[in-house]
């Protein structure tokens, strides 16, 4: 009797569409299942990694890169070592970064060593109700690429925009059996948790470029033992300019002393309490940008009047 093939299924979407929720609902659901998680950051700080880590200890974090261009030698070894691990695993989820196109990771799972050991269910593609038809020139063709990839479209954050913008986001993606419309990345069990995983449908492959696309975007960190005020915080990423596509990490709030995840895209912010003591003394954020944005100096000005002074302290 030969031993059942791995699982796999691929989470990919642009930046903020929603992934890491959707990460965080798939494993609180799957509890109780031989189930790992492997998070590609796109930055120097593993975020994702850490908001997934308080659901679940089955993360491994590829940081610093694109998982399809400059870390997907990484990919593949940690995807040989999960095919040995004992007991054996019943499903592998790969959330991709939002620079990545996910035909990349859909070539490497079909490499000899790991063909015979694990299986692609399924590419499930995040779309952003309200940004999806904003994007422009090669960001609307990487969208595109990653929307071309799913074998599931899941329509996020449906409850932000009204019923004329949600036909033309139909109407742009096309005529597709499988599109689910979602808020807050709710995703429904039968639609991937099946106990006996079916076989992915053959898709043709769209050639993918050999350039690195991570170099149409850039990034920059800020790390600093500061407190935050939520106000004045809040107030600065609306005014953020338009050229910076995602804000994400750690914050520390003077209501409370309390740590924060911090997910903002657009103009929209969420707060959510972090779970991890060990984290609550310093705030680090990631923001990552258009290529050849480079205003980091008055984004850090900017942070630095959102910090809680000692005279507001007294």
């Not at 989470?11 to 890491?20: E, I, M, N, P, Q």
């Not at 189930?35 to 850490?50: H, K, P, S, T, Y």
């Not at 070894?77 to 990349?104: F, N």
């Not at 004045?232 to 596509?245: C, E, I, K, T, Y």
């Amino acid at each position: 009797m030969s031993t059942p093939r791995i699982a796999v299924t691929v989470v990919s979407g642009f930046l903020g569409a929603g992934k890491t929720t959707l990460l965080n609902r798939m494993v609180q659901r799957a509890q109780g299942r031989r189930l790992a998680v492997i998070v590609n950051d796109f930055g120097e700080l593993n975020i994702d990694a850490a908001i997934v880590s308080e659901v679940t200890d089955a993360v491994v974090s590829l940081q610093n890169g694109c998982i399809c261009c400059t870390v997907q030698e990484d990919l593949l070894a940690q995807l040989t070592a999960m095919a040995q691990m004992q007991p054996r695993l019943e499903r592998i989820v790969i959330e991709c970064s939002g620079v990545s196109d996910p035909q990349r990771i859909v070539q490497t799972l079909a490499y000899p060593q790991l063909r015979s050991q694990m299986q692609l269910d399924m590419v499930i593609t995040v779309v952003d109700a309200t940004r999806h038809l904003q994007l422009e020139g090669e960001y609307a063709r990487l969208a595109r690429a990653q929307v071309g990839a799913g074998d599931l479209l899941l329509l996020n954050k449906t409850d932000l925009v009204d019923a004329g913008q949600l036909q033309a986001l139909h109407d742009a993606l096309g005529h597709r059996t499988r599109i689910h419309e979602s808020v807050q990345a709710q995703l429904p069990d039968a639609l991937w948790l099946d106990s006996e995983p079916e076989p992915r449908s053959a898709k043709p492959l769209t050639p993918v470029s050999s350039d690195d696309h991570s170099e149409m975007f850039s990034s920059w960190t800020w790390q600093q033992t500061a407190t935050l005020n939520v106000e004045r915080l809040r107030g600065w990423l609306q005014a953020l300019p338009s050229d910076v596509f995602r804000v994400k990490g750690l914050v520390v709030l003077a209501q409370g002393s309390a740590a924060h995840w911090l997910q903002h895209v657009g103009s929209r912010s969420q707060f959510s309490p972090a779970t991890d003591e060990a984290m609550a003394n310093v705030s680090r954020l990631v923001f990552i940008a258009r290529r050849g944005f480079n205003d980091w100096d008055a984004l850090g000005q900017g942070l630095q009047a959102c910090t809680i002074t000692e005279g507001e302290r007294t």
